[in-house]
C-alpha cells in the first residue's frame, strides 16, 4: 500500500482578473452559469458532498483499494479520528441542500458550469462524470460539462483561479 489522498476541492470565489471566468458560462446564476461566489453557499458545498458516490469513485477510479477519510488526517496515521462525520452518498440530501441554497431558486433556475480534468487523469475524470450523473439524475437543469484540458493549460487555469472544483 501507498499513502495518497484525492480530494475535491470547491472554489470559493471564481472571479476573474480580465472579468470573464472562461468555465462559469455566463457567469450569471440564470440556468447557463454560475456566479463567482456559487460555491460559497454552504448548501452548495454540501449537496455535492452528498452527491458523489464514493464507492463507485473508490471501484473505478481506484481500483477497489481507495481508502475513505473522514478528515485531513489520513487513516492510520498519527491523529485519525476514527470516529469523525462522513458525508454519505444521498442523492435526497442532496437534492434538499440545493433547494435551500441560494435563496432557494436553484431547482427552478438551474446552473451550468464546465468541470476540468487534465487529460490522461482518469481519476479526475472519474470523480466529474460522478458528479455530472447524479446532479443530471436530480434535476436536468444541474449541469456540469466534464472538460479535458492539455496539462498545461489545467496548471495555468487552477493557478488563475478559474477552476470551480479542483481534484
Not at 139 to 150: A, D, M
Not at 154 to 166: E, H, W, Y
Request: charged letters at 20%; proline letters at 5%.
Amino acid at each position: 500500500p501507498s499513502v495518497g489522498r484525492a480530494d475535491v476541492f470547491m472554489n470559493f470565489d471564481l472571479s476573474s482578473e480580465e472579468g470573464v471566468n472562461p468555465y462559469s458560462g455566463s457567469g450569471q446564476l440564470d440556468g447557463n452559469g454560475i456566479p463567482p461566489d456559487f460555491f460559497a453557499d454552504i448548501n452548495v458545498r454540501k449537496a455535492f458532498n452528498h452527491c458523489f458516490d464514493y464507492d463507485t469513485f473508490i471501484a473505478d477510479a481506484q481500483n477497489g483499494e481507495g481508502v475513505r477519510n473522514n478528515g485531513p488526517i489520513i487513516k492510520d496515521m498519527l491523529g485519525y479520528n476514527e470516529d469523525g462525520p462522513m458525508y454519505e452518498y444521498d442523492l435526497e440530501k442532496c437534492e434538499a441542500e440545493l433547494a435551500e441554497a441560494h435563496g432557494g431558486v436553484l431547482p427552478d433556475t438551474g446552473f451550468r458550469f464546465q468541470m476540468a480534468y487534465n487529460t490522461g487523469n482518469v481519476g479526475r475524470q472519474t470523480a466529474c462524470n460522478i458528479l455530472q450523473a447524479s446532479l443530471r439524475t436530480i434535476n436536468s437543469g444541474y449541469q456540469i460539462e466534464c472538460l479535458g484540458l492539455p496539462w498545461p493549460t489545467m496548471l495555468r487555469s487552477f493557478r488563475a483561479g478559474q477552476l470551480q472544483i479542483g481534484r
